[in-house]
């Protein structure tokens, strides 16, 4: 660290939230593919089954989050959270912000893990809190006029190559993906008739794609331990690559007992788990492979060093759930990140566009399934100002 860097401070945290895709990419309009006929939890209610939107799941919005240092150089970080999470920075994570130095990450984000647990450790506060600490690299990263991931060790490889979820497995094959993760379209409530469904979905784009594309299924929590078994054992045959999230986050024990089962179909979980403990419990008890942390929700980079090392000690991988760069910085810096994930979010799943569209400029975005990330200070990106962010106090 330069001299330099360690003295210059601080002075304010800003707090936006801005509505229409962005860091919430459920923030989409009601016709959208990521908002339809997708199995969740809330599905066995006949009436929200349909559509993801008839719940609430695009209410939150983008939270932005920019910290100015005393030469008036600006980091920012995104996440999801809305309004109530930007309510959060402005009135209680700010204090443990303003008059740090530069690149003082692991205290701040302490300060603020510690004075949140009475009402926080997961969901909306560590969305908050993620958006803090992404704005503290990202001003960490431009103040030495280095990349986030030279803070984190350097890459380990020259580039990224990426897996697309969405509806559309064919056109990420076609456009250079490594596989392709498709939300599971029917859970329990939908009966035998659903699950055969999935299962001839799955078995489609098997014949039609090929062996050697990874295909993987996303369900989003909402399966038990009987309907996931099932699902299971038909899917095998058809080269299920892993099975994503079957359960809510806080049933470790059904993970633990499906992962009996599986081999040599890999058991994923982990976008919205946080904490280290939280971590330990998915890998120890639930006992997965593939730990999906999303970094604007698990509380920023600074938590992802531990939770990574963690996982590569469980010889597990790490593949971050959407992210976008600031996923794509941390996964050139570890070996147990080999791939990333691209979420497809063009209404129709047909195109490739930046995961995070509109919110950013610079960002990067996969051509021919892959991305050399670029040496720009900071993530590299900058909030596209033609939108309208809107300041919370
Ligand atoms: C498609 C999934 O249901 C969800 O919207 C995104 C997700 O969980 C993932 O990308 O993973
Ligand atoms: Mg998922």
Same mark, same amino acid.
């Given at each position: 660290?330069?001299?330099?860097?360690?003295? %210059?401070?601080?002075?304010?945290v800003?707090?936006?939230?801005?509505?229409?895709?962005?860091a919430?990419? @459920?923030?989409?309009?009601?016709?959208?593919? &990521?908002?339809?006929?997708?199995?969740?939890? &809330?599905?066995i209610?006949?009436?929200?089954?349909?559509?993801?939107?008839s719940? +609430?799941?695009n209410?939150?919005?983008?939270? &932005?989050?920019?910290?100015? $240092?005393?030469?008036?150089?600006v980091?920012?970080?995104?996440?999801?959270?809305?309004?109530?999470?930007?309510w *959060?920075?402005?009135?209680?994570?700010?204090?443990?912000?303003?008059?740090?130095?530069?690149g003082?990450?692991?205290?701040?984000?302490?300060?603020?893990?510690k004075?949140?647990?009475?009402?926080?450790?997961?969901?909306?506060?560590?969305?908050?809190?993620?958006?803090?600490?992404?704005?503290?690299?990202?001003?960490?990263?431009?103040?030495? =006029?280095?990349?986030?991931?030279?803070?984190?060790?350097?890459?380990?490889?020259?580039? *990224?190559?990426?897996?697309?979820?969405?509806?559309?497995?064919?056109?990420?094959?076609?456009?250079?993906?490594?596989? +392709?993760?498709? #939300?599971?379209?029917?859970?329990?409530?939908?009966? &035998?008739?659903?699950?055969?469904?999935?299962?001839?979905?799955?078995?489609?784009?098997?014949?039609?794609?090929?062996? $050697?594309?990874?295909?993987?299924?996303?369900?989003?929590?909402? /399966?038990? /331990?009987?309907?996931?078994?099932?699902?299971?054992?038909?899917?095998?045959?058809?080269?299920?690559?892993?099975?994503?999230?079957?359960?809510?986050?806080?049933?470790?024990?059904?993970?633990?007992?499906?992962?009996? %089962?599986?081999p040599?179909?890999?058991?994923?979980?982990?976008? @919205?788990?946080?904490?280290?403990?939280?971590?330990?419990m998915?890998?120890?008890?639930?006992?997965?492979?593939?730990?999906?942390?999303?970094?604007?929700?698990? +509380?920023?980079?600074?938590?992802? %060093?531990?939770?990574?090392?963690?996982?590569?000690a469980?010889?597990?991988?790490?593949?971050?759930?959407?992210?976008?760069?600031?996923?794509?910085?941390?996964?050139?810096t570890?070996?147990?990140? #080999?791939?990333?994930?691209?979420?497809?979010?063009?209404?129709?799943a047909?195109e490739?566009?930046?995961?995070?569209?509109?919110?950013?400029?610079?960002?990067?975005?996969?051509?021919? =399934?892959?991305?050399?990330?670029?040496?720009?200070? +900071?993530?590299?990106?900058? /909030?596209?100002?033609?939108?309208?962010?809107?300041?919370?106090?």
């Amino acid at each position: 660290m330069n001299n330099e860097a360690e003295i %210059i401070k601080i002075k304010d945290v800003r707090a936006y939230v801005v509505k229409g895709g962005g860091a919430d990419y @459920h923030d989409q309009s009601p016709n959208h593919w &990521i908002l339809g006929y997708i199995a969740t939890p &809330i599905s066995i209610y006949p009436e929200y089954r349909a559509s993801r939107a008839s719940w +609430g799941l695009n209410v939150l919005g983008s939270l &932005i989050v920019e910290v100015e $240092d005393s030469r008036g150089e600006v980091g920012f970080g995104v996440s999801t959270g809305g309004y109530p999470a930007a309510w *959060i920075v402005e009135n209680h994570l700010k204090r443990f912000v303003v008059g740090k130095y530069v690149g003082e990450m692991e205290k701040t984000w302490d300060q603020m893990f510690k004075a949140t647990i009475f009402y926080g450790r997961r969901g909306l506060v560590m969305n908050a809190i993620s958006a803090v600490d992404l704005a503290l690299w990202d001003l960490a990263g431009k103040v030495r =006029g280095l990349p986030v991931y030279d803070l984190l060790g350097g890459p380990v490889r020259d580039e *990224i190559v990426f897996y697309a979820t969405g509806p559309r497995p064919d056109i990420a094959k076609k456009k250079g993906f490594i596989g +392709g993760k498709l #939300p599971l379209k029917h859970g329990p409530a939908d009966g &035998i008739e659903g699950l055969k469904e999935n299962v001839r979905i799955f078995k489609e784009w098997r014949e039609q794609l090929g062996d $050697d594309f990874l295909l993987m299924y996303d369900c989003w929590m909402s /399966l038990d /331990l009987p309907y996931a078994m099932r699902l299971v054992s038909e899917l095998k045959p058809y080269g299920l690559y892993w099975i994503e999230e079957p359960f809510i986050p806080d049933d470790y024990w059904s993970y633990g007992a499906l992962a009996q %089962i599986l081999p040599p179909t890999l058991l994923a979980s982990g976008e @919205h788990e946080s904490t280290l403990h939280g971590f330990r419990m998915l890998l120890e008890a639930g006992k997965v492979n593939v730990i999906q942390p999303d970094i604007t929700w698990v +509380g920023g980079i600074t938590p992802m %060093i531990k939770i990574s090392a963690l996982a590569e000690a469980y010889g597990a991988y790490v593949i971050p759930h959407g992210s976008s760069v600031y996923g794509y910085h941390f996964i050139i810096t570890r070996v147990n990140s #080999p791939f990333a994930e691209y979420l497809v979010v063009s209404p129709d799943a047909t195109e490739i566009i930046p995961q995070f569209s509109p919110l950013l400029l610079n960002e990067p975005t996969p051509e021919n =399934g892959r991305i050399k990330l670029s040496r720009k200070p +900071g993530f590299g990106v900058e /909030l596209n100002r033609k939108i309208e962010l809107v300041r919370v106090k």
